[in-house]
């Protein structure tokens, strides 16, 4: 049976330095050779871009539309990269995604930390390898979003906590920086996005106090003078952005965005309860499967106060979110680091060969099911580099195969390792065959996906052709904020008979991008105009947020219309 791990051997400073090492090279791959992902990231990075190019860093603004979806934080993170970078005018993207970089490197270094605290030092290095070889974590990491900074915050806050609960079970106090940092965590969680910081963080030390009918670990945290720390972080922002925005942000922020995600399903996220559970199978591969196998012996040490600790801190927050309508993949990412210990704690105990298979036929059968699945999977994200470079670009790549070749034999070296019981050796093989995928992936496959990166070819086409120094963009056929981004935030989302008018109203310096679907439209729209249209050259390709297939061409008309 396992039992708390106060005395056992912790990772050192020096291990948890080359881990945090090895996660920042693994992460670095594609970070600068992506485009903006659509379509969430590239807004962050133009509501980034248009706050350090107005000095207003209060009310955050994509164009001319107030941003009030959640606090201003992520956008001071991401201004401060791109400000210390110079690169503000270039539009560059690699500078948006540094804090997403440096937030989920130090996360598995806590990760790392925490399972040598609980479990002993090989358990913690495990958890940090099942971390950082997750599909989410591998693509959250690489875009200028919330949620891996948020998953810092929220591991900040369970390493005091676990430093309060280690004191608790070694019957000593708990000094007052502990609290301060449980609190100060807590507020940088509001500022990055609201009250959802709250779901984990209050979530599991409450959870415990239920299950164990003792407040005694609430109380080592101060929360009769904690809660202020949060509080000062948190209001001087909100006073500020409650009188610049006349109360709107409040109604929007909590009313419209959090509390309408908890009852309905926005932007066509609404899904059932079990979606979560559905996904991780995908979402933490390759740990899916250990997950499922360790099952059984989470059940088994299910009273032992290491492992009641981290379901209290899984339990509650993967609840939450599947019972809610709205269900994107991230939501339940603060759930993955405890995943990991919990996992890695469970494989690391006794000998090399697994022998915690469930007993029941029925329970082996389900994890044989999942085990196919699991293999199934591994296969797909294998051969997905060279089937993807057929489809879309009709090119057979020697690289990406050479990487299908490597990676396929050692998902079925994993799988035999997990017919004989072999798991420890099995996740070994499959976390390399995960760095290698992903390595490749993002050196390899993505930057020559050209027909799905339409906006930066759209900009390059825009800019060789740029009648003014100052030119009006409309755009008709193609709204998507990676183009706002790229060309400086200088364009305009419009319809075919506002681009139209556009044109006619500055016939010099206006030009417009138009799918030969909408051309008869915006044709119709010019009248006698459309006799002085000229044609710029034209990009075809796929639009991946909706699937539509489109070819884009540049129009713009000549200085004077022909007698």
Known sequence: MLTFRSGAQRLSGRALALLGLFAFLIFLPGRASTPPFDRDEPRYMEATAQMLESGNFVDVRFQDKPRYLQPAGIYWLEAAAVAASGTLHDRAVWPYRVPSLLAMTASVVLTAWMGSVLFGAPAGVGAAVLLMTSVLVTAENRMGTIDSCLLLTVLLAQTALLRAFCDRESQRPTPWQTSVLFWAAIGCGLMLKGPVILIPSLGTPLALAWLERNLSLWRRLRPSWGWLISLALLLPWCVAIGVVSHGEFFRNAVG?????????????????????????????????????????????????????????????????????ATKLPH????????????????????????????????????????????????????????????TLEHTLSPAALVLAGGCLPLVGLSAVLIWRSELRKAL???????????????????????????APRLTSLVHQYQPCPTTDVASVSFSEPSLVFLLGGKVKLVGAQQAATMMLANRACTVALVDERDRAAFMAALGDARSTVVSHGAVSGLNYSNGHHLTISLYSLSAKETP
């Open 256 to 324: 419209t965005n959090f509390l309408g995600k908890v009852s309905s399903g926005q932007q066509a996220h609404g899904l059932p309860p079990g979606y979560h559970l559905l996904v991780f199978l995908i979402a933490f591969w390759p740990g899916s499967f250990f997950v499922a196998a360790v099952l059984p012996a989470i059940w088994q040490n299910r009273h032992l106060s290491t492992v009641r600790y981290l379901l209290c801190w899984i339990v509650p927050h993967w609840l939450v979110f599947e019972a809610i």
């Open 331 to 390: 939501y339940v990412l603060p759930t993955y680091p405890a995943i990991a210990i919990l996992t890695a704690g469970m494989l690391t105990r006794g000998a090399s060969v697994w022998t915690g298979w469930p007993k029941a036929l029925w329970g082996r059968v389900l994890l044989a099911v999942y085990g196919g699945a699991w293999v199934l999977v591994g296969v797909a994200l294998s051969v997905a580099g060279p089937i993807l470079l057929w």
């Open 428 to 454: 070994l093989t499959s976390a390399v065959c995960a760095l290698l995928l992903y390595t490749g992936l993002f050196l390899v496959v993505v930057p020559r996906l050209h027909s799905i990166w339409l």
